[in-house]
Every structure is written in structure tokens, then in C-alpha cells.
């Protein structure tokens, strides 16, 4: 093993116990590549069981694997471990490292046992469910497994992010609202460290020289970036303003589901992707969105079982155009639903997209979001972007749609376009979506006119 350069402000990495070891702040700082260094050295040293989580995983490629593979190559420990494709295993002392996503396998995560370290990377777009459903699994449950962690008392959670969002779960939970430091029996708790460039003695000339440039033209995007700062939106971020408002005005808050009214879903279809659900109640002139689903790479039935789980009295299921697409079985996603005698509309697509972007933001003032259960759909709308100009480095006029977040904005988009009347001209400017909205406050249902 060549000599290993670490810093001495992240020396509580090999030395001390903690539930969390938090590490956040701007680029530069060598967050992700000193854990990576730690967690190795640990490795060498005991045999551990570390699991590395990322919110989206869809391949080894988007691990930190990468990373972990580059680090034990430069530390010369290539003979020390077997480096295989999902995997890597020591050879001295057989600990292995696991790689994993949390958003959509966290159900057989849940079923995961004796993890020593859970390293949580990229961890500011991890959600409030993944956070509640990974925290109890990553836990001692027994006298035996209390003596799991580098340290014997209990496995430990690292976390690694460069926060965006004041908003966002992480950033909330380990810097607005973190854990206390000390637990009631006196044992260290959590150490949560804010690190950044300056911190770090070796950072390198050239992104000294990028720093300094990024500081004397955009000094807002320099604290972001460099500083550890939060933005108050995303740049390019298409619902920046809406969901501003919606915050101010406390639309993003607890939203009862009314039983006595149906639950009317809108739906983004991942054939080989992800699928969205909302679900909403129309409550007078203004609609609750109470509730939204997503999860990737499932058949119909799956999501379908997922709306019966729930036990909502279901109105309207409303569909995008592909829908009702032929598929080499027939059997369309239209056809599935309306099999179980449930009420289905295609929704069509409009001409261009952004008339659903100009219609979601009309129907936006309208809305009232439930904090909890729509968390990850507000996340989507939050962070739906437009594209930037590889060679200008501009923002397009078009939405990114290579992103996790895409998903739930087109679903949302489904909704205000379902707001469309049936009978009423395509010629009517979007923008005056509200004045052909039938409320039927009669039946308290949905709108007469869908």
C-alpha cells in the first residue's frame, strides 16, 4: 500500500464512532474521494459490509463503484481486492461493497441485514420516503448486530452531497434540523462537518483558476457551487415561480383525502422507464393533490395493484396519448383499466410542448399539494429544467427530458391538460383553460365537461 494522503479535518472518518458522519459544502472540498479513501482503509482493516446507495441507480455505471475501483488503483491495492462487475470484495479481510439505488428498489433494500456502513452519495435529491424507509433498516436489532460498524457499536450512515435546494430533504434534515450531536446515553451521535474548497490543502490549480473565473462572472452561481450555498431555485428551472407562490401562499402543507369525493389519477407512461401517477380531488374551484406514485421498469398490473393498495374512491383515470398505443400483445395500458370496469380518458398530447408547460402553469394557483405523500412529485416539479445549449450554454426553449424528474412533470402536465373541455375549441388560447372548467358542485365530482 503506497502512503496515503488524508486530511486531519476528516480524520473522525477512521477514528470515532457516530450514527452519522455528514459531509456537505461546495466543489472542491474532496468529500466523495476522502470516504471513498476511508472506507477502503477500513476495508483493509476489518472485514465490514458496506453498502453504497445513490437515489438513482439504474446501472454499476452510476454508482460510485467507479470511484472506489480509480481509488484502489492509485492506494496500490489492486492485488489486495477482487474487483468484480457488481462487486468488490477483499481479499485480506472479505468485506464487501454493494451498490444500490434507493428510489426504486427500497423495498428489497428494506430486507437487507448486517451493513456495517451505508455511504448515501449525491445525497441532497434523496426523499423524505427513502430517508424513512433506509434509516430503520441500516440499524443494530439484536445484541449481535449492535456490534456491527467499523467500531463495534452499531452500523453508521455516511452521507456525502453539495446541497441545492433549501427544500430538499437532506439539506433539511442534517443542516436545518439535524440530529443531536450526542444520543441520552452521552455516545457521540452524529458528526455533521460543512467542508469546502479552502478546506481542502490540496486543491488543485485548475479549478482554482475555474473557481476565481466563476466568482468574477456570476457570483450567485459561485456560492452554489464553490461556497456550499443554496439556490433559491434551479437554474432553468421551468416551475420556479409557481412553486414559489404555492410556498408562500401555504399550499404545500397537509391535505386531507375526502372520502366522500373521488380520486382522480393522471399518469406518465415509462413503457421502458418511469411510470407517474398524481392523484387529485377536485374540492370546489380548487383541486388537492393528495397523493403521487412512481416507480420504473413495471407492467401494468404492477401499478395497478399499486392504486388498489391504496383504497382511494377512484373517479377518472387519466391517461397520455400512448395510452391507448397498440403493443404486439393489444392488451394497451386503456384496455387494462377499463377490464376492472374503471372510468379511463386519454388525455391527447398537445401540439407542442410547451402549451402543457403554459397549462400546468395555469391550473398551478388552483392547486394544493399534501407536503408528505406528493414530496417526490413536487421534487419532479422543482427540478424539471429546460435543456441547455451544449455549444452556447444556454437554456433552450425545451424541457430535458434525460432526467429522473421529466416523469413526474409530464404527469402533472396530464392533469392540466385534462382540464381541456371536450367540446371546446383547440383554437382557445391555454391560458384561458379556467373559463371552460365545468365545476359540478352538485355531485361533487369531477368536471362535467371530462
Keep these: 500500500m503506497q502512503e496515503v494522503q488524508f486530511p486531519e479535518h476528516l480524520a473522525f472518518l477512521l477514528t470515532e464512532s457516530a450514527r452519522y458522519k455528514v459531509l456537505w459544502g461546495g466543489r472542491g472540498a474532496g468529500k466523495t474521494e476522502n470516504i471513498a479513501i476511508a472506507l477502503i482503509i477500513l476495508a483493509c482493516q476489518q472485514r465490514l459490509r458496506i453498502a453504497c446507495f445513490r437515489e438513482f441507480q439504474k446501472s454499476i455505471d452510476e454508482s460510485v463503484y467507479e470511484i472506489l475501483k480509480a481509488k484502489i488503483y492509485s492506494m496500490g491495492l489492486e492485488d489486495e481486492f477482487k474487483i468484480l462487475d457488481k ?69 453508521e450512515i455516511w452521507v456525502s452531497f453539495n446541497p441545492e435546494l433549501d427544500t430538499d430533504n437532506t439539506y433539511e434534515r442534517f443542516v436545518l434540523k439535524p440530529p443531536n450531536e450526542f444520543d441520552h446515553g452521552g455516545n457521540k451521535y452524529a458528526i455533521i462537518k460543512k467542508v469546502n474548497w479552502s478546506d481542502n490543502k490540496w486543491f488543485p490549480a485548475d479549478l482554482r483558476e475555474e473557481m476565481e473565473q466563476l466568482k468574477e462572472k456570476d457570483p450567485t452561481s459561485w456560492l452554489n457551487v464553490w461556497e456550499g450555498h443554496c439556490k433559491q431555485t434551479l437554474d432553468g428551472a421551468i416551475y420556479a415561480e409557481e412553486i414559489r407562490k404555492a410556498t408562500l401562499e401555504n399550499r404545500i ?14 399518469w406518465d407512461l415509462g413503457h421502458s422507464d418511469k411510470t407517474a401517477i398524481w392523484f387529485v380531488q377536485t374540492i370546489g374551484v380548487e383541486f388537492n393533490c393528495i397523493d403521487y406514485y412512481e416507480n420504473s421498469l413495471k407492467k401494468m398490473p404492477f401499478y395497478i395493484h399499486e392504486l388498489q393498495q391504496r383504497g382511494y374512491n377512484y373517479g377518472r383515470h387519466n391517461l397520455p396519448h400512448d395510452g391507448a398505443a397498440e403493443t404486439v400483445s393489444n392488451i394497451t395500458p386503456e ?93 382557445l388560447p391555454i391560458k384561458k383553460i379556467e373559463k371552460v372548467i365545468n365545476f359540478n358542485r352538485q355531485n361533487t365530482g369531477w368536471m362535467g365537461s371530462i
Design 87 to 155: 462487486t468488490i470484495i477483499s481479499k485480506r479481510t472479505g468485506s464487501q461493497f454493494i451498490f444500490l439505488g434507493l428510489r426504486y428498489n427500497i423495498n428489497s433494500i428494506k430486507s437487507l441485514a448486517f451493513i456495517d456502513i451505508a455511504w448515501v452519495e449525491e445525497a441532497n435529491v434523496v426523499s423524505k420516503m427513502s430517508w424513512d424507509k433506509l434509516n430503520p433498516t441500516i440499524r443494530g436489532r439484536s445484541i449481535e448486530e449492535e456490534n456491527l460498524g467499523p467500531f463495534k457499536r452499531g452500523p
Design 253 to 266: 402543507t397537509k391535505v386531507k383525502y375526502d372520502p366522500n369525493r373521488p380520486v382522480h389519477t393522471f
Design 335 to 427: 384496455k387494462q383499466l377499463r377490464a376492472l370496469n374503471w372510468n379511463v380518458r386519454i388525455v391527447d398530447a398537445p401540439r407542442k410542448k410547451f402549451l402543457g408547460i403554459n397549462a400546468a402553469r395555469t391550473v398551478f394557483d388552483l392547486c394544493n399539494f399534501d407536503a408528505e405523500k406528493t414530496e417526490r412529485g413536487l421534487q419532479c416539479l422543482r427540478r424539471y429544467t429546460y435543456k441547455v445549449n451544449e455549444q452556447t450554454g444556454n437554456f433552450s426553449s425545451e424541457p430535458d427530458h434525460d432526467t429522473p424528474w421529466s416523469h413526474g412533470a409530464d404527469a402533472f402536465q396530464t392533469f392540466a391538460l385534462s382540464l381541456k373541455s371536450e367540446t371546446a375549441s383547440t383554437k
